[in-house]
């Protein structure tokens, strides 16, 4: 029996308006709403066994042994198109210079974003968007996503029908945005201007640095635009700790 769908979201402010959409189609679904690991963990695996689980931008890993606990099945939506699988999506997405992005649903297994595929949304991207507009932009998709597949999701027990459509590219890790933030004295003028325009972001919370002989600085003040020329001015770079 369908009774419970467990929403995993990435901050409590999401659940209430996620809530009140399924609830709109199902009256009587009874919504769990959790933001950790342990709370997911906590819930009984008899609830379990009546539920589907979705994850709506949310940095938990869902453990294998609850995914296979749940009796219909699990979903994630995750903030980029199928061609940008893994962490912070939108900021290698700017940096390859995409010129489409937008946001996916697709079933979940133990591996990150590599589950079937059942609901895509894209947009162009506009020029001279930076990473945080871009972010944006994707989780308006996002948002649209769920609400457009919010019915069957809150009324229909059985699996989601898949989309033909596949992952792509490569799968993004924080090691990965560690790296490219991670410049060093040899970096190009362009490849640097591509490096700040994409990964010059305080909300991840991992900084633009430049290693020169052998200390380290952290970039620090607003990316340059798509046009400026990137120069290494002293008031620009602060010894990095």
């Avoid at 996916?104 to 506009?126: K, L, N, S």
């Amino acid at each position: 029996m369908f009774d419970t769908i467990i929403l995993l979201t990435g901050s409590r402010d999401q659940h209430l308006a996620l809530t009140a959409l399924l609830r709109a189609h199902s009256p009587a679904l009874a919504v769990r709403c959790v933001v950790t690991l342990p709370e997911l963990e906590a819930i009984d695996r008899d609830v379990l066994g009546r539920s589907r689980l979705l994850a709506f931008t949310t940095s938990v890993i869902v453990p294998a042994d609850i995914l296979s606990a749940l009796g219909h099945g699990a979903y994630n939506f995750h903030p980029a198109s199928p061609d940008y699988p893994g962490w912070a999506p939108a900021h290698f997405a700017m940096y390859d210079g995409a010129t489409r992005f937008g946001a996916t649903a697709h079933a979940m297994e133990a591996r990150v974003d590599c589950g079937a595929i059942v609901g895509v949304e894209t947009f162009d991207v506009p020029n001279g968007l930076d990473v945080r507009g871009l972010e944006q932009m994707a989780f308006v998709r996002l948002a649209y996503l769920f609400w457009r597949m919010s019915h069957d999701l809150a009324c229909h027990a059985g699996p989601l029908p898949v989309l033909a459509v596949g992952w792509s590219g490569i799968r993004s890790t924080k090691r990965m945005y560690a790296g490219m933030c991670a410049m060093p004295a040899d970096i190009g003028a362009a490849e640097m201007q591509r490096r700040i325009r994409a990964f010059h972001d305080d909300f991840r919370g991992i900084p633009l640095t430049l290693t020169l002989h052998g200390m380290r600085f952290q970039l620090q003040g607003d990316a340059p635009s798509p046009v400026e020329p990137v120069t290494v001015d002293a008031p620009a770079l602060a010894l990095a700790s």
